[in-house]
């Protein structure tokens, strides 16, 4: 694709994102889009076809940097189990303040008015998850009864549904210590108990608070 | 109110909430409720002015059936945290199967589009869940740092979100599935921990698996 057209897909996609999270999907028109990016209604239907097109490509576009996303959650130094907290605080943090991750996030609330399929959004997280898991596994640092894959998938359903829910009734600024509290009572399960009812490091359960990976690199691209 | 009055209010409130439930706001009209409940429009804008009237009198209508539905799990001869787990259940096979409350949980996620402020559809889940907890803790079968509110708090978001996605993503067969994967990894650390690691009554953490309190009572009406 030639630099020109790609910086103008790029912006027709910025402009759409940002509306779509604003004013939902069926607010949007293409000439809003138009008018948001300063291109023309044409540069709209002859890149991506159609409001249905430009919708789903923000969807996937938001998909496309999850795997950068998790690859700095990579780092062995530090335990699976805090990587994969960090990872949550990361996605918390775009879904309150990303236009492409909340546009994702409002499309798929809003799906059932689209007249397209929409990928998944949370394949990509339940993986990321799972691997974590899986590495935490290996490690001995999960408690016996946790399988990767089926506790992935319940951690991103009841994480989602916590962000979402927090930031509609009390507003985004209060999700990270909402999701504070939600890992404090769901950590000591996750986590193997050493004996004598101590947790691993002796630290008992429920005293535990999110230790970031390295903020440098924490921010979503 | 007139006997006519009411049972005529009650075919448009039933009505409106199978046509939310199944087409969304946006996709039901006043005409829509009128062919389905075999009333005039007319009758619809008599009791309810308005479809954002219709659509809040169904959002409160489920609200008033919840202290009934509490009050069945006031029997203090089961414990209180089985009885949370128990009302949990309920509420998901309502969200599941009862177009009241289904409508409910759609005009939530559809309040964007609805020009009315709707009541919070989780302030009386979260109240009857604290003081389940706050039994259970007077009761001492939490772990020290439960404290009811928040924890209520955190765990209501949490439900609902695991319920909500898990219909969305694999239908409304599996939500008691996930549900059951959801608790077992949340009560180890809700529930007191016995000396030496062993849960309350000898159960490892993990093992437990939901017994429902009495299926008679457990229908919502």
Request: aromatic content about 8%.
């Amino acid at each position: 694709m030639q630099e020109r057209a790609r910086t103008t897909r790029r912006s027709l996609l910025e402009a759409a994102a940002q509306l779509f999270a604003e004013q939902g999907y069926a607010g949007t028109s293409v000439n809003d889009i138009s008018a948001r990016s300063g291109r023309t209604s044409g540069a709209v239907y002859f890149h991506y076809a159609s409001k249905e097109g430009i919708a789903l490509a923000v969807v996937r576009d938001r998909f496309a940097t999850w795997p950068q996303l998790t690859a700095r959650y990579a780092d062995a130094a530090v335990p699976p189990v805090d990587r994969l907290v960090a990872l949550s605080y990361d996605i918390a943090r775009a879904l309150a303040e990303d236009p492409l991750t909340r546009a994702g996030a409002r499309l798929w609330a809003e799906r059932a008015t689209i007249d397209a399929p929409l990928p998944d959004p949370f394949a990509l997280w339940t993986a990321a998850a799972t691997r974590l898991l899986a590495e935490a596994r290996h490690a001995g640092h999960l408690a016996a009864h946790v399988r990767p894959a089926p506790t992935a998938r319940t951690l991103v359903r009841a994480f989602f549904g916590l962000c979402s829910l927090t930031e509609a009734l009390e507003g985004a600024a209060t999700v990270t210590d909402r999701l504070t509290d939600w890992w404090q009572l769901t950590l000591p399960s996750l986590r193997a108990a050493a004996p004598g009812g101590q947790r691993r490091d002796g630290e008992p359960a429920g005293e535990w608070a999110p230790t970031p990976v390295s903020r440098r690199n924490s921010r979503p691209s």
